[in-house]
């Protein structure tokens, strides 16, 4: 009975104490802590609030929008389903208490793991690699000499999507106009169909931000970098001229994919040339 009345008084702490806890640091993109979904509780919520959730807590990783790794580091408590700002680390001794309580449902392991499909997002990189190999196994066999344009092209476009929505953001937001751009870049860069609702439907998925510029350009070859640019080049000369908060971000983006002056500014020539010619038909 004492072990019972000190779990119901845990139980009322960490409730109170839930609103003042630890904030988590998700940085979406990129790197940080997370919390998933495990089970409700019937901890009582603090002034009749919204109810207290057991979650995952866990560390991932994120490059290029593809998860690098996922890893449980325990449970926690969180309000809204686990989708709160802030949440409370429970140690094993808690959980237990919990349990014994009658707080926490029974069949909760004492210690955390992720299922099936936790683990395989956890590690989409590797699965993707695999998945890509596998499929150039199975198109070079019976095409014999044919060269395939499959998996390349969509990489390229991410790559190419991120720089051009930096650049159309550069002076405000993006509009109908610029993403008519971008659909018309991406098909014609890539070979593939593109629409205004693709494009627009990629841009709500991915959210770029500027940031995410710093990886743009990683792990491409130098001819595909070159591409990446003359698509932000060609967002940002859409209108007849550069402003000054375009110019920042292209020339940022050549910086950062190592692109000279010399190919720079030849990359600006074409699509001056190209878009005269586009006038004059």
Request: aromatic residues 6%; proline residues 4%; negative net charge.
């Amino acid at each position: 009975m004492r072990r019972l009345f000190l779990s119901f008084s845990s139980a009322l702490a960490m409730g109170v104490t839930l609103f003042a806890a630890t904030p988590a640091q998700a940085t979406v993109g990129q790197y940080g802590t997370d919390l998933r979904f495990v089970t409700h509780t019937t901890i009582p919520s603090p002034g009749g609030g919204e109810a207290i959730a057991l979650c995952h807590l866990v560390d991932y990783m994120h490059v290029l929008f593809i998860p690098v790794y996922t890893t449980v580091e325990g449970y926690a408590l969180a309000t809204g389903d686990c989708t709160a700002e802030t949440y409370r680390d429970l140690s094993t001794e808690n959980l237990m208490d919990l349990k014994a309580a009658g707080f926490v449902p029974q069949n909760v392991p004492d210690t955390p793991h992720t299922g099936w499909a936790d683990l395989a997002w956890g590690h989409a990189w590797l699965i993707i690699g695999a998945i890509g190999l596998l499929y150039r196994g199975l198109t070079l066999l019976p095409m014999g000499r044919r060269k395939r344009r499959a998996a390349a092209p969509d990489t390229l476009a991410i790559h190419s999507l991120v720089a051009m929505s930096q650049v159309a953001v550069a002076d405000g937001t993006i509009d109908d106009r610029e993403i008519r751009q971008i659909s018309t870049i991406l098909t014609r860069l890539t070979g593939q169909g593109y629409s205004m609702e693709r494009v627009a439907e990629l841009l709500q998925r991915l959210k770029p931000t500027p940031s995410d510029l710093a990886q743009v350009g990683a792990d491409l070859t130098s001819n595909d970098r070159q591409i990446v640019l003359e698509a932000a080049l060609n967002i940002a000369v859409a209108d007849g001229e550069i402003h000054p908060s375009e110019y920042a971000v292209v020339s940022d983006l050549a910086q950062r994919m190592k692109i000279g002056a010399d190919q720079f500014r030849a990359a600006l020539h074409r699509i001056s040339a190209h878009m005269s010619m586009g006038q004059a038909a």
